[in-house]
């Protein structure tokens, strides 16, 4: 654990600080993941949002809709896979402005950075610090690297290599297309992903959560008036698999619903298909 850490006082009248303003649950995240127990200099540290949640007494949604507005606002990204955290302008703010390779204070950083284990938060601090490390530039270097796989597998491609690519394509799309989307009230709608589902497994272990994610989609379906904006589809969620997983915890099944959220009397007013389409009854 560091001794100090650097919190400037025109975080309060510019830039995210200004933004954040009103959105109590974004500073109190923002503040933590600047001088919390975990931090580092260089930004990039483990910090699961459970971790977030007990140490600043909010609950794991108050804790996933604060961090959410901070990666909307580019304050921080978020791997969900290895629960990392990279502050994007910690070094900044931590160590100083302007700093330079030849800089004794780069060597620290330099030596902490490859001590990291390999996650997205750790590529995204090297593809914004590179320069400052004296590090090639990693975006050209996996283009020259690309450039050279692929004049080699031309050398070396064999029909049945050609053919399981093309399958190995088409599954993709395949997956792609049948991953389940929620309704919002803009014309983009929310994608539900692997690594959304595999987060929600780990914060709620006793519920069937694609089974959730599935009444979530119906929900919205059967209430247009109820559709959110997109941004507020990560909060909503969360929102609806603690009340699912407080049920659980009392004794009630999963899908028991007294405040009628998760009714599907709304089902018998729809038709489904064989090819898999929907619609509703005509009156």
């Known amino acids: 654990m560091r001794d100090y850490s650097v919190v400037k006082p025109s975080f309060w009248i510019s830039g995210t600080g200004k933004k954040l303003r009103g959105d109590v649950e974004a500073q109190i995240i923002a503040f933590y993941l600047m001088t919390g127990p975990h931090s580092t ?66 060597k620290g950083i330099k030596k902490q950075f490859e001590s990291l284990p390999e996650t997205r938060a750790k590529a995204e601090f090297l593809n914004k610090y590179w320069d400052v490390l004296g590090l090639d530039n990693p975006t050209k270097k996996q283009a020259e690297n690309t450039r050279g796989l692929q004049g080699a597998s031309k050398a070396h491609r064999s029909q049945d290599q050609d053919q399981e690519q093309d399958q190995d394509i088409k599954q993709q799309r395949a997956a792609k297309k049948n991953r389940l989307e929620i309704q919002t009230t803009g014309n983009n709608n929310f994608l539900v992903t692997d690594d959304l589902v595999s987060s929600l497994e780990r914060f709620y272990p006793a519920l069937d959560v694609e089974q959730q994610l599935r009444n ?52 018998n007013d729809l038709v489904f298909n064989e090819d898999g389409t929907v619609y509703e009854k005509s009156n």
């Open 41 to 106: 200099m260089t930004g990039v540290f483990h910090c699961p949002i459970m971790y977030m949640a007990h140490e600043t007494g909010l609950d794991i949604q108050g804790a996933s809709k604060g961090l959410q507005s901070l990666i909307n606002e580019d304050f921080c990204f978020f791997d969900d896979d290895s629960e990392t955290v990279f502050v994007t302008n910690a070094l900044r703010y931590q160590v100083g402005e302007n700093l330079k390779p030849k800089d004794n204070r780069v």
């Open 216 to 267: 979530i989609a119906g929900h919205f379906h059967a209430r247009p008036d109820e559709l959110r904006p997109r941004t507020k589809i990560t909060q909503f969620i969360h929102s609806w698999m603690q009340n699912r997983a407080n049920q659980v915890s009392q004794g009630q099944s999963e899908n028991d619903d007294p405040l009628g959220l998760n009714d599907k009397s709304w089902i």
